[in-house]
């Protein structure tokens, strides 16, 4: 398949301007106190995250980690021990994610490059991750194909998508409130089936479907009175086997 170079071009141009969860901090970018904002945000939104991934795990693995933003992520894998690889499309990203290894007194490499085509050999890294970062991809596939080649036989990759199944969608129709980033080049949302065939290839994969709601600080007025005061904790109170096929996130853990 012919790569779509412009597509892509355009995507890096979008994230090259814009810092996701910016408006959740008034620090200095990138400044120490910008990153720890950033971080306690992140896994505050996100808190079923370090219960579906150790970062404390991989201690010794080398980690390439592809859509690194900031490096918020990679910060954990690299604290606990992996040997860490940020790659970014957006070189605004891979300056930024440098700052913050060096803040938190990381060591890793960093590389500002297409997850479609790596600069790493065949069977040379032990995990690859990409959490959020399919949906945003001018060419997702490419991706698969290219942590399908990079992996060691037996090596494990971790992705996130979108559900478009899910909660937040039928929430963000009813009440007329657009997704974060609606706006970008690509967004791409998928069903679990959908997710399945995307991620094709890998011996064993388990998905996992997460994000529930929790209280907003993006969102203001009426509409988040209601969700954070009303929503939230109804929607919660559901039995979790009921609903959990309806999470905005889907996690995908994939064996080589």
């Known amino acids: 398949m012919p790569h779509d170079r412009q597509r892509t071009a355009t995507v890096r141009s979008y994230w090259n301007t814009r810092i996701h969860d910016l408006e959740m901090t008034t620090q200095p970018v990138g400044s120490p106190k910008f990153f720890e904002e950033l971080d306690e945000y992140r896994f505050d939104k996100l808190a079923y995250l370090p219960q579906v991934i150790d970062f404390n795990g991989y201690r010794g693995k080398r980690l ?142 388990t998905v996992i479907p997460e994000r529930f709601p929790v209280k907003s600080r993006l969102h203001h007025g009426w509409k988040a009175a209601v969700y954070n005061g009303l929503f939230v904790s109804v929607f919660n109170a559901v039995p979790r086997a009921l609903v959990r096929r309806f999470g905005w996130h889907l996690m995908a853990i994939c064996e080589k």
């Open 64 to 205: 390439v980690e592809v859509g690194c933003g900031v490096g918020t992520d990679l910060v954990r894998f690299a604290r606990g021990g992996a040997r860490v690889i940020g790659v970014d499309l957006s070189e605004t990203a891979v300056g930024l994610a440098k700052a913050n290894l060096a803040a938190g007194g990381q060591a890793g490499t960093m590389v500002v490059a297409d997850g479609g085509d790596l600069p790493l050999p065949a069977s040379s890294v032990d995990v690859f991750y990409a959490h959020g970062v399919l949906q945003y991809a001018a060419e997702p596939r490419r991706i698969i194909d290219e942590s399908l080649r990079v992996l060691v036989p037996g090596g494990q990759a971790i992705f996130m998508v979108y559900n478009r199944v899910s909660w937040l969608m039928a929430l963000s129709k009813l009440m007329s409130v657009k997704l974060e980033h609606e706006d970008a080049p690509v967004l791409d949302l998928y069903s679990i089936a959908e997710f399945r065939e995307l991620i094709r290839g890998f011996s064993r994969v």
